[in-house]
């Protein structure tokens, strides 16, 4: 149980008019069986940070229909989910009619339902062929990349409201060249963490051509990984902090400015929107490392501070640097304790009405996640989901919060 007494949230307040009320998946992690990209080989490798197989994670490229149903009962606009490119593209070149249509059928029955579709091209898992080719840091991928955007856009984009190009590119380096804990699972690898940046944001813009030109006429941006940044001069948590303006430009921490931050962000101001996934406050030193943090701190299940307003101060920062609209494409938090996460949405939610009630043009929101599912390294053991699933029957069961959310979003309309 939490410590502090809280009020849930009772009612949001009418949203503006085109507000989308949604919850996301992802893929690799809920559809169960992709054998066939990068983070399965991740997943085996008895040296990587994977603590376990996605296996058949929830069954979802099976039981999608329940999932569907489910969206459709929790009272929401829109489904957020990703398309698997190593489905769609099983060897360079070689595309399967099938998967398109397993998608296509998703898609078509998202619209029977009054359901509206926000698809991801890429969440975070490459195909196998493309990785063994070095993956991001070959610049080939910015045309493979909008090859398979264009192939995918030319069955499915009739049927797409909102399209992300690409999810949390900056977690795909950061975690992936820096920290080590995504594939290829390289650790401060900066020349690595620079190319893929650069083939990350090349692939953005050409797939972004690529999908304008159709079929279908939506939306089109990327999500970001945006932490509430606190930066620090030193390694003390009760230091001196930085402005974005005041970090040294030869510092480790303008590397990973660049890299985790603007770089994205300038790109965004290209886009229609930009997607914002915001889970706690992060504390940053010049070394570009996270800054040791105090003992007794309150953290998640997954040790992130438990700062469910950081949401409010990205949409904010995010809005006013890019100028663009902004969707909140995933917030929720890892927790056993589902009064914990009825707390942390309440807190959450209140600081995106603040915003939005200052004038912050706020879209959408998303609630991560629709269910338990594969949370990367850490495999089964963190709980995202306003639904449990039963990793033997793979039954699906509401939790309280997800009563709280079809509140919630029902006292906005
Ligand atoms: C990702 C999700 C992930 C969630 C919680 C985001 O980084 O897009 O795939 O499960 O946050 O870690």
């Known amino acids: 149980m939490s410590e502090t007494p809280f009020q849930p949230m009772e009612s949001f307040g009418p949203v503006p008019d085109g507000w989308v009320w949604g919850t996301a998946t992802a893929a690799h992690q809920v ?16 040296d990587s940070a994977a603590l376990e197989s996605s296996g058949d994670a929830c069954d979802s490229w099976h039981r999608w229909r329940e999932d569907l149903d489910l969206v459709k009962g929790l009272g929401l606009d829109s489904y957020r989910f990703s398309l698997e490119w190593s489905r769609i593209e099983l060897a360079e070149g070689e595309f399967s009619i099938a998967a398109l249509d397993h998608y296509r059928e998703i898609l078509l029955a998202c619209r029977e339902m009054g359901l509206k579709t926000c698809v991801t091209f890429h969440h975070f898992t490459t195909p196998l062929w493309m990785a063994k080719k070095g993956g991001w840091t070959n610049s080939e ?16 984009g009739d049927l797409i409201d909102v399209a992300c190009t690409l999810n949390e590119p900056n977690m795909v380096t950061l975690v992936g060249y820096w920290y080590g804990n995504f594939p290829p699972g390289h650790l401060n690898d900066y020349a690595g963490f620079e190319a893929a940046t650069e083939n990350l944001i090349a692939a953005h813009r050409a797939a972004r051509t690529v999908l304008k030109s159709g079929p279908g006429d939506f939306p089109i941006g990327l999500t970001h990984a945006l932490f509430d940044f606190v930066f620090h001069a030193d390694d003390q ?15 480790d921490l303008a590397r990973y400015v660049h890299g985790v931050i603007t770089a994205y962000l300038d790109a965004a101001k290209e886009d229609d929107f930009i997607g914002v996934q915001t889970y706690f406050t992060e504390h940053v030193g010049l070394d570009g490392q996270k800054t040791p943090r105090p003992a007794g701190l309150r953290e998640t299940q997954i040790g992130w501070l438990f ?61 991560w996640s629709l269910l338990d599912n594969f949370e990367w390294p850490q495999g089964f053991t963190m709980k995202f989901g306003l639904y449990s699933v039963d990793r033997e029957t793979f039954v699906r069961t509401a939790k309280p919060s997800a009563d709280f959310y079809r509140r919630i979003v029902a006292s906005s309309r």
């Open 237 to 251: 948590w009760d230091g001196p902090t930085l402005t974005l303006d005041e970090i040294p430009p030869d510092s």
């Open 141 to 156: 991928i910015v045309d493979l990349f909008a090859r398979y955007c264009a192939v995918a856009v030319e069955r499915l």
């Open 307 to 367: 700062t469910p307003e950081a949401i409010g101060k990205t949409c904010r920062w995010a809005a006013e640097y890019t100028g663009k609209p902004v969707i909140v494409t995933e917030n929720g938090i890892a927790t056993d304790d589902d009064e914990e996460r009825i707390e942390y949405y309440s807190k959450a939610l209140a600081a995106v009405r603040e915003a939005l009630d200052d004038g912050v043009d706020i879209r959408g929101y998303y609630a």
């Open 31 to 46: 559809e169960g069986g992709n054998v066939n990209n990068d983070w399965w080989e991740f997943e085996h490798d008895p």
